[in-house]
């Protein structure tokens, strides 16, 4: 018989959560920016020239940006997805900040925004219904 995917399967996990997500990168100094400056996240802890920890104020994993990246990505199969309460104000603070933010569109369990930090990593911004 097989388990059902939603069953609480008993593991070396058990009671883990996810800490943080780390973003390799070429620039710190200027994801560092656009992270704590442009996004406005808190820095919660920063190692010049090693590392910055981010944490985004509604909680959840940190954002760890790290050096180290030969050359950006271009686009590859992470993204990033931030919930937020009101999409189209979140939307508009970005753009009114340069970001170039898409058109917000409906997707199952509600609606999003995507976008790209400097180095080109996906965000989306998610608002839930």
Known sequence: ?????????PGPLDGARVSYVLLDVADLGRMRAFYAGTLGLPVEFEAPGACVFLRPPGGGPRIALYPGRAQPPGGG???LALDVPDLEASAAALAARGVEVSEPRDVPGGRIVLFADPEGN????????
């Open 77 to 79: 199969a992470v993204l």
């Open 122 to 129: 996906r965000l989306e911004l998610h608002e839930p219904r």
């Open 1 to 9: 018989m097989a388990t059902p995917p939603d069953a609480a399967i």
